[in-house]
């Protein structure tokens, strides 16, 4: 996984959308009226309903982020630090005020010795 990449993707997403991907009484969601949160993001090509009941580490959603060239084979064998840093950045929609989406991000960059240009 291109962390750069993926990190400048949702980072763009985020930051341009400032709305969450939530539905009140079901809850958040990749995709919704719209909005995408940074899994539903990346994944925008291959959204479908159905992708709606993974979690983000199910073998489905992996093989679905393989299909999409988020993921590598590689990147597999050592699955862990790939799925942190995605649910870190899931966390951030999720969790996260959106008044604190950027200080969010800039500190993920700084962590994973990212460029942040935002």
Known sequence: MNYQNVFNQVT???LTQLQKSFIPN???RYCTNNLRDPIG???AE???EDLEVYQLQSKEMINILLQANIL???DVNNIK???R???ILQNIHDRKSIDDWYECL???AYYYKLNFNH
């Open 12 to 14: 763009s997403h985020l």
């Open 26 to 28: 079901i809850g958040f």
């Open 41 to 43: 993001h990346l994944l």
């Open 46 to 48: 291959y959204y479908t």
């Open 72 to 74: 590598t084979v590689e």
């Open 81 to 83: 630090p790939c799925i």
């Open 85 to 87: 840093f995605l649910t």
């Open 106 to 108: 800039k500190n993920v």
